[in-house]
């Protein structure tokens, strides 16, 4: 069933509300836009769509996400935009250390910052070893080219997005050198984005040639940096944060990722990599904090499932909104 069809289950004052819909192996995803509704409207408003739409056969599971509306009218992020589009604004999200979380923040911050409004697309830039394909669930798609550009794929919550799982077969080992790299990099980001205000790329780990390329050809307005808690992952950040400084792009935060582990059996909370030591790392070198993502068994679960945290409701959903907000007042005091 397409968008059409899911929207014609709904009442008209529903339909009205939803900005994509979209049907995929018994799911379906449905963006919302929540403008003017209090929380209890917005529950009742997903209730309501999980109930009509749930009722379709076929239909085994319904997914809404709710935006809020900044921009009334506006089309939904990657839809065509003249030639004349203005380029996104790069946004790099970097660590020092492998494994911290880069892309599981990149996915849940771009559906986060949509639904704050923003018309987001996500480049995955690990070349190497690409996440954002099943985070963002479009494993398998394939980009079509324009000329001589690519046109990004779109994911099941509406983000277009590109990442080279999307180019090479799933499984095959890439063995380029850094130039090949960087040209393919390149072509991700050089792609056609049409209204897309932001791009957020998630980089590889480390500090080699491929984040080297990123810095020089492609300017990123700012980066933020992803540290887990303990002191040697801090150590890296900086390594990074020294990165990005050496190459002129601000630093627009830390994010400490993997703070604080809620026990899901008994409930304890305890800090396995400790706690606080980013947003004291951060003070002591005069970088804003943004934010704490706690280390959760849901979190890893629903970005391998595709079906990202930030997506939902409750605190871990919270805890991306909140960097999301804080990630859009530096976008809105740069216009300024
Ligand atoms: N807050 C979290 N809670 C639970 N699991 C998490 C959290 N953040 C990341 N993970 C999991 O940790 C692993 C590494 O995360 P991720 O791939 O996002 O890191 P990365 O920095 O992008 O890694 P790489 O350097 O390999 O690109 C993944 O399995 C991911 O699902
Ligand atoms: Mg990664």
Redesign the pocket.
Same mark, same amino acid.
């Given at each position: 069933m397409d968008q059409d069809g899911l929207k014609a289950r709904l009442p008209g004052s529903i339909a009205q509300r939803v900005q994509s819909a979209r049907m995929k192996d018994g799911v379906a995803t449905l963006v919302v836009g929540a403008d003017g509704l209090d929380a209890a409207g917005r529950q009742g408003l997903e209730a309501a769509i999980k109930d009509v739409i749930g009722g379709i056969e076929g239909v085994s599971e319904v997914r809404v996400a709710m935006m809020a509306d900044r921009a009334p009218g506006a089309e939904p992020a990657g839809s065509p935009a003249p030639e004349a589009a203005k380029k996104p604004i790069i946004i790099a999200v970097g !660590?020092g250390k492998? /494994?911290?979380?880069? !892309?599981? @923040?990149t996915g849940n911050l771009a559906v986060a910052l949509m639904r704050a409004g923003r018309k987001v697309g996500v480049v995955d830039a *690990?070349i190497y /070893?690409p !996440?954002q394909p099943t985070i963002l669930a479009t494993k398998g798609e394939r980009p079509q080219a324009e000329g001589d550009k690519l046109v990004p794929v779109a994911s099941p919550l509406g983000i277009p997005m590109l990442s080279m799982g999307h180019l090479v077969e799933p499984g095959k080992a890439i063995a380029w050198r850094g130039p090949m790299a960087g040209n393919a990099l390149g072509q991700l980001i050089d792609a056609r984005w049409g209204d897309v205000e932001v791009l957020l790329v *998630?980089l #590889? #780990?480390g500090t080699g040639d491929v984040q080297l390329t990123m810095l020089q050809r492609y300017k990123p307005a700012g980066a933020v940096i992803?540290s887990t808690p303990q002191d040697l992952a801090l150590i890296d950040a900086q390594r990074a944060a020294n990165l990005f400084e050496s190459g002129k792009v601000p630093i627009i935060g830390l994010v400490e990722?993997?703070a604080g582990y809620t026990c899901p059996h008994c409930g304890e909370t305890s800090d396995p990599f400790g706690r606080g030591g980013v947003e004291a790392a951060a003070e002591a070198t005069g970088i804003p904090f943004m934010g704490r993502?706690?280390? &959760? @068994?849901e979190?890893?679960q629903q &970005? *391998?499932a595709g079906t990202p945290t930030a997506a939902g409701e409750g605190p871990q959903a919270d805890a991306f909104a909140t960097i999301a907000a804080r990630l859009s007042d530096w976008l809105d005091g740069r216009a300024d």
């Open positions: !660590s492998g /494994g911290v979380g880069k !892309s599981t @923040l *690990d /070893g !996440s *998630d #590889p #780990p992803v990722n993997m993502i706690p280390l &959760a @068994l979190i890893r &970005a *391998d």
